[in-house]
């Protein structure tokens, strides 16, 4: 079967954490050549050096702050260096603290949309002004979250920031289409590290809530995460920009709790 990716560059920010690596797995795997960026050096050297041994001359590991539009300018600048001008972009960088909105202060409220929406705006204006002079139609997909739309205690910082990073995908899809660029998002539900599919006593409340709550059955992986970024980032999508794709097991359908039965009382 042909590569999905074949002769692509990839820029995948937070590269050294869970939805990042599994991404760069599975570009690797469809013929890309990857560059991870992130806030942690060491963690991104690692994982690059882990990758390399798999896909030997394939990858390259830059680190900043994504928050930080010189740090920003100079790690792209730094990726197309290694393996040249990067063509998809995928923003999987992010924080996620959860604090009720009556307790969380100012600070933790700026550093989440500095990190999860400025940062992601950075890279976005960054690789597409890049793009439009060297007239690259490439692909971003940023990572948002199924909490940019469905609200929980705690979270209020962080579904904004996700709520903003999805209109500013539409926004981005909008002013970028007409240079061939395309702009999409992905946006998950509860991806853990080793899957579920039964509640255990060892998980948190949340979490069996959660898989009570999925209609698939089990929590997700980060390959599932990696394989629509995938796609997205990919020409078999190369009619669809502005797309927010769900990718939640169906959690975010909507009360998946209920009955199902004809009499509710
Ligand atoms: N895991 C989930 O269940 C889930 C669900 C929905 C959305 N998401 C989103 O997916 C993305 C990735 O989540 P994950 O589970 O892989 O988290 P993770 O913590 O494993 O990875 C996030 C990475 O971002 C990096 N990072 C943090 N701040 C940074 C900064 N200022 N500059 C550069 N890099 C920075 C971290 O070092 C880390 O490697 C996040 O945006 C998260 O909000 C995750």
């Not at 797995?25 to 942690?40: H, K």
């Not at 991104?44 to 990858?59: D, F, Q």
Request: aromatic share 4%.
């Amino acid at each position: 079967m042909t590569q999905l990716l074949n002769g692509k560059v990839a820029l995948i920010t937070g590269g050294a954490g869970r939805l990042g690596r599994a991404t760069a797995e599975i570009f690797l795997r469809e013929g890309a050549s990857v560059v991870l960026a992130d806030i942690n050096a060491e963690s991104v050297r690692r994982v690059n050096g882990e990758l390399e041994k798999i896909y030997p001359g394939k990858l390259a590991a830059v680190s900043g702050d994504q928050s930080q539009p010189d740090d920003v300018v100079r790690f792209i600048s730094e990726a197309e260096q290694a393996l040249g001008l990067p063509d998809i972009l995928v923003n999987t960088h992010g924080i996620f603290p959860n604090c009720p909105l009556l307790e969380v202060s100012v600070e933790e409220w700026d550093s989440v949309f500095a990190v999860n929406t400025r940062g992601t705006m950075l890279t976005c204006q960054a690789i597409a002004r890049r793009w439009i002079d060297a007239g690259v139609k490439g692909s971003i997909v940023n990572i948002s979250s199924g909490a940019a739309r469905s609200g929980r205690p705690g979270g209020g910082h962080y579904s904004g920031s996700k709520a903003a990073v999805e209109i500013m995908t539409h926004i981005f899809a909008t002013e970028l289409g007409p240079h061939g660029i395309r702009v999409n998002a992905v946006a998950p539900g509860l991806v853990l590290d080793n899957v579920m599919t039964e509640e255990s006593d060892d998980a948190h409340p949340y979490v069996n809530l959660t898989l009570r709550g999925t209609p698939i059955g089990r929590t997700g992986s980060a390959g599932d995460i990696g394989e629509a970024v995938a796609f997205l980032a990919s020409g078999r999508s190369e009619w669809t920009t502005g797309a927010i794709l769900e990718v939640t097991g169906g959690t975010h359908c909507g009360r998946t709790h209920m009955p199902l039965t004809r009499q509710l009382r």
